[in-house]
C-alpha cells in the first residue's frame, strides 16, 4: 500500500522557519520526482517545489524562491520542505506527492500519489 505522510507542521511567528518531511512506504522515492503543494482556505491547490530524481533538479514557484528548500534523502525514503522567512500568506495545508516525472514538474496533473496534508499557520 503506498502512503505519503507529512509532518512538521505547526504555528510559527512571521520571519520564522519551520521543515516540513515527507515519509514514504509502498515507494521508492529515489525513483520518483518528489512535490510540495499547497492550499489556503478557498484557493486552488497550488505547486511549491519540486525535486527531480534525475539529477535532483528542482524547482520552486516564484513566490517561495529563496525562501523554501526541497530536498530528499533517498536512503530514508523521505522528502523534506525547509521553510524560512515563513509570511502569513504561506498559511496554508500543504501537501507531499509523487510523480514518476523523471524531473521536476509544476502541474498538480502529474503527480500520481498525495499525503493528506499538513497545515502549517503563520501570524503576524
Known amino acids: 500500500q503506498v502512503q505519503l505522510v507529512e509532518s512538521g507542521g505547526g504555528l510559527v511567528q512571521a520571519g520564522g522557519s519551520l521543515r516540513l518531511s515527507c515519509a514514504a512506504s509502498g515507494l521508492t522515492l529515489a525513483r520518483l520526482t518528489m512535490g510540495w503543494f499547497r492550499q489556503a482556505p478557498g484557493k486552488e491547490r497550488e505547486f511549491v517545489a519540486a525535486i527531480g530524481w534525475i539529477g535532483s533538479s528542482t524547482g520552486y514557484a516564484e513566490s517561495v524562491k529563496g525562501r523554501f528548500t526541497i530536498s530528499r534523502d533517498n536512503a530514508k525514503n523521505t522528502v523534506y520542505l525547509q521553510m524560512s522567512s515563513l509570511k502569513p500568506e504561506d498559511t496554508a495545508v500543504y501537501y507531499c506527492?509523487?510523480?514518476?516525472?523523471?524531473?521536476?514538474?509544476?502541474?498538480?496533473?502529474?503527480?500520481?500519489?498525495w499525503g493528506q496534508g499538513t497545515q502549517v499557520t503563520v501570524s503576524s
Open positions: 506527492a509523487a510523480s514518476r516525472s523523471l524531473v521536476a514538474v509544476t502541474n498538480r496533473v502529474n503527480y500520481d500519489y
